[in-house]
């Protein structure tokens, strides 16, 4: 690869990164910081809620099948539940990490601390979900820009709908940001 695109695609990335940011903190005057609220009490055997959320959320419509899909999705990668994974994600994300592959990715990975704090429907049928979480893992197992043990993540995922229920189509590295907690 040549010098010259080497720096575009540097350029590029970090073209990308600045306007997620912008974006961010664009989104960030829009809705003011309020208090995430449990969504439940935890069980006493059992585990502790993993999603909170910002009172506004409540009132989106859609708001209890996001609630269910993100807490599958996080509990599968948690408790390393490959078959319950595959429900929550677009057929394309578990076709590109089968079994194998993501039981190797997700090995050490423990995520917690998430809050959902926007859903934003689009005119095509999909959802925007706007959240954050907290992951840790074995830093060779996290991002090679940041091998740390633990990442504080910013996300905007799409739910799709397939198969007659919405589906995340995570997985695009210019909708997420993250740093070393």
Known sequence: MSIRRVLAVVLLAVVVLAAAAAGGLALRRLYPDAAPERTEQPAPDGPEPLITFRPDVLAHPDFPTVRWVLETYFNAINFRQYDTWKTTVVRAKWRELPEKTWRQAYS?????DVVLQRIE????????????FTSTQDPDKAPSSAPSPCLRWNVVWLLVPEDGAFKL??????????QPC
């Open 108 to 112: 050490s990975t423990h995520d917690g």
């Open 121 to 132: 429907p689009d005119p095509d049928g999909t959802l925007r979900v706007m959240l954050t």
């Open 169 to 178: 189509d995570v997985g695009n590295t210019a909708n997420s940001i993250f």
